[in-house]
C-alpha cells in the first residue's frame, strides 16, 4: 500500500523533463558544498581557533565535496562548479542549452546555502562582531562565506593561482571518471573527487584558500553584500571577488584541453559495457 501511494505521488508530482531534475540536483548539491564548507569555515573562526584550524576546513570542504556529488550525481553529473560545466561543454559531454540551466542551479543553491550557514550560526555572529560585520581586520568574519587575497598576492598572481588550481581539478576530475582510463571504482568517484579538493587545499591554499568555484565564491559574496556586509565585499582586495570567478572559468576550459590533448585524443574508443545500465553521467547528460 505505501509503494502504491509512493507511485502515485511520483506520478502526480514528480518531474518529467530532464533539465528540471539536473536544475534541482545542482541546486541541492552545491547547498551541501556551501553548508559543510563554509560551516567548517564559520566554526574554526567563530570559536576564535578552538573548534577549527585549516585542517578542519579542509577536511569540511573535502567532504562538502564529496557529499554534493553523491546527492547530485547521479541525476546531473553532480558537477556543483561553473568551472567543471564549462569543461563538460568544452568536451561535449553537456549540451550548450544545459550550460545556463546549471550555471543558475549552482549560484542560487550556493546562495541559499550561505544563508542556511548564516541562520546556523546567527548567534555565534552576534556574539564574536557585536553586530558589526566586518570585511577586513581582525574581527572580519567576510571570510567565512568568500574568498579575500593573502597580504602578498597580486592580481596577475591571483589569476594564475586560480588557473592553475582549477584546471588541476577539472583533469583530475576527468581522470576519475575516465572509463578508458584506470578511473574510480563505481560508487567511489565521489570520494576520489572529495580527495581532489584536500590535495588542492594543503597545497594551493596559501594564496587566497583556492575557491576554484565561481558559483561557490560569487554566491555568497552576494549573499554577504545584502546580509549587512556590504559593498566592501566587492571592493576588498582592490576588488578581488572577479578572480576566483574569471580564474576558474579559465581553468577549466585549461585543464579540459590538456587532458583531452595528453590522454583522451590518444585512447582506442572502447565499446560501451552492455550489462552496465548506470551510465556515467558525465557522458548521460549529452543525449537529453
Known amino acids: 500500500m505505501e509503494d502504491e501511494s509512493r507511485r502515485k505521488m511520483k506520478e502526480k508530482f514528480g518531474l518529467r523533463r530532464d533539465i528540471f531534475k539536473e536544475f534541482l540536483a545542482e541546486f541541492l548539491g552545491i547547498f551541501v558544498l556551501i553548508l559543510f564548507g563554509c560551516g567548517s569555515v564559520a566554526q574554526a573562526v567563530l570559536s576564535k581557533g578552538a573548534l577549527g584550524e585549516p585542517l578542519t576546513i579542509h577536511v569540511g570542504f573535502t567532504l562538502g565535496v564529496m557529499m554534493a556529488v553523491y546527492v547530485a550525481g547521479g541525476v546531473s553529473g553532480g558537477h556543483v562548479n561553473p568551472a567543471v560545466s564549462l569543461a563538460m561543454v568544452i568536451l561535449g559531454k553537456l549540451p550548450l542549452k544545459k550550460f545556463p540551466v546549471y550555471v543558475a542551479a549552482q549560484f542560487l543553491g550556493a546562495f541559499a546555502g ?11 555572529l552576534m556574539e564574536f562582531t557585536n553586530g558589526e560585520f566586518a570585511v577586513t581586520g581582525a574581527n572580519a568574519t567576510a571570510g567565512i562565506f568568500a574568498s579575500y587575497p593573502a597580504k602578498h ?19 583530475c576530475i576527468l581522470a576519475i571518471t575516465d572509463r578508458k582510463n584506470i578511473g ?40 554577504t553584500a545584502v546580509a549587512g556586509w556590504g559593498m566592501d565585499v566587492f571592493r576588498a582586495g582592490g576588488c578581488w571577488w572577479w ?38 553521467k558525465y557522458e548521460i547528460v549529452t543525449m537529453n
Open 114 to 124: 550561505s544563508c542556511a550557514v548564516f541562520g546556523l550560526y546567527y548567534d555565534a
Open 153 to 171: 598576492l597580486s592580481v596577475l598572481n591571483g589569476f594564475v593561482d586560480q588557473v592553475i588550481a582549477t584546471a588541476a581539478l577539472v583533469l
Open 184 to 223: 574510480a571504482p563505481k560508487g567511489m568517484e565521489p570520494l576520489c573527487i572529495g580527495l581532489i579538493i584536500l590535495a588542492i587545499g594543503v597545497s594551493m591554499g596559501l594564496n587566497c584558500g583556492y575557491p576554484i568555484n565561481p558559483a561557490r565564491d560569487l554566491g555568497p559574496r552576494l549573499f
Open 243 to 280: 578572480i576566483p570567478v574569471a580564474g576558474p572559468m579559465v581553468g577549466g576550459a585549461v585543464g579540459a584541453g590538456i587532458y583531452f590533448l595528453m590522454i583522451d585524443l590518444h585512447q582506442p574508443e572502447s565499446e560501451r559495457q552492455v550489462d552496465n545500465n548506470v551510465q556515467d
